[in-house]
């Protein structure tokens, strides 16, 4: 039995101040389209992106190839329709909104 283990419940010393993540309801609705979309067999593979000024959620056509899409959240953008971009692979914008769900709801991802 391992004596220097110790259990914390309910910490606030350690609360971030600022959330460099997505949050739990945006991770659900981008994944709830990743499983629609694989299973359609339009994408096969994703990877996580997170650096200080954003995070991605790009999307990959096969693993061995660079990410046909990139879903990202900034978090400090100039201009609140550019909290939520979608990004191609030459990192062009190809939509933007300050709403993720109807971001994602009003893309037609087939003619992207």
Avoid: H, R
């Avoid at 010393?13 to 709830?32: A, G, H, M, P, S």
């Avoid at 979309?37 to 992106?49: P, R, T």
Wanted: aromatic letters at 10%; a positive charge.
């Amino acid at each position: 039995m391992n004596k220097n283990l110790k259990l914390v419940i309910n910490n606030n010393f350690q609360k971030l101040e600022n959330k460099n993540f997505f949050e739990k309801k945006e991770l659900k609705t981008i994944l709830d389209l990743y499983a629609k979309m694989v299973s359609e067999g339009s994408w096969k593979d994703y990877g996580l992106n997170i650096s200080n000024g954003q995070v991605g959620f790009s999307v990959f056509k096969n693993s061995a190839e660079n990410a046909k899409y990139k879903i990202c959240k900034n978090f400090k953008p100039t201009n609140k329709n550019l909290k939520y971009l979608i990004i191609d692979s030459q990192g062009k914008i190809l939509k933007n909104s300050e709403d993720l769900s109807l971001l994602l709801k009003n893309t037609n991802w087939k003619k992207l």
